[in-house]
């Protein structure tokens, strides 16, 4: 993928995608992150998709202006951690720890983002392994790697490889979220589609597994807006 720039104040970066399946010029702006990508047919000049782009710029500033801003992590602030606020304190020592003041954090202050990431990736590769084991151990069958990233279109997938795959953020929602999106993903290795027999090994897995289902459609964006110096 290739990448533009839109001149203004502020500037906008666009992520431009060729298609083999496009018919026509077409611009999405992600609910996650406002990270604004422009479509193109893959035979299409472009120049002309530029032009396409230019005439939409009203459109896209004005998306992007109710848009809630980004929150950067810092000293002082607090961080979701399994769906509570944590309140990220100055700490000493090596890396970021839990204390009954909240969770303490070594400077200097610019490193202050990638060290809460480092304690909340930890934290995240420890609670979604112990779930994605108990589903699959419920299940019968085993997978193979489990990976955490950080991705903007989806919380987690399952390769035909039976490998899975979770975003670490998942450790900042309510553990019955978490829980919910292991099940969802160990349930691929049964069923490779979302078919209503993939989600009845769902709900096999977690009954009530639509609660946490609806609260990451409205608020997974939040999770999404906080910065950690990335």
Request: a positive charge; glycine letters at 10%.
């Amino acid at each position: 993928m290739r990448a533009t720039r839109l001149p203004g104040d502020p500037a906008i970066d666009v992520t431009l995608r060729r298609s083999a399946r496009a018919r026509r010029y077409s611009l999405r702006i992600s609910q996650l992150d406002g990270r604004v990508t422009l479509t193109l047919p893959r035979s299409a000049p472009l120049a002309e998709g530029l032009s396409f782009l230019r005439e939409k710029e009203g459109w896209i500033r004005r998306h992007l202006s109710g848009r809630p801003p980004d929150i950067a992590i810092g000293w002082g602030m607090d961080v979701p951690f399994r769906g509570d606020a944590l309140p990220i304190v100055a700490g000493s020592g090596r890396g970021a720890r839990l204390t009954a003041q909240g969770l303490a954090v070594p400077g200097p202050a610019e490193q202050v983002p990638a060290q809460v990431r480092a304690f909340l990736r930890m934290q995240a590769r420890e609670a979604l392994a112990g779930a994605a084991d108990v589903h699959a151990g419920t299940l019968g069958r085993p997978y193979g790697r489990l990976t955490l990233r950080d991705t903007r279109s989806r919380w987690g997938s399952c390769s035909s490889r039976g490998d899975l795959m979770f975003s670490w953020r998942l450790i900042m929602a309510p553990p019955q979220v978490l829980d919910y999106v292991a099940a969802h993903e160990v349930a691929h290795l049964a069923e490779m589609n979302h078919s209503p027999a993939f989600w009845s090994v769902v709900a096999r897995l977690m009954p009530e597994y639509q609660a946490p289902r609806a609260w990451l459609r409205e608020n997974g964006a939040d999770l999404h807006r906080l910065r950690f110096g990335d």
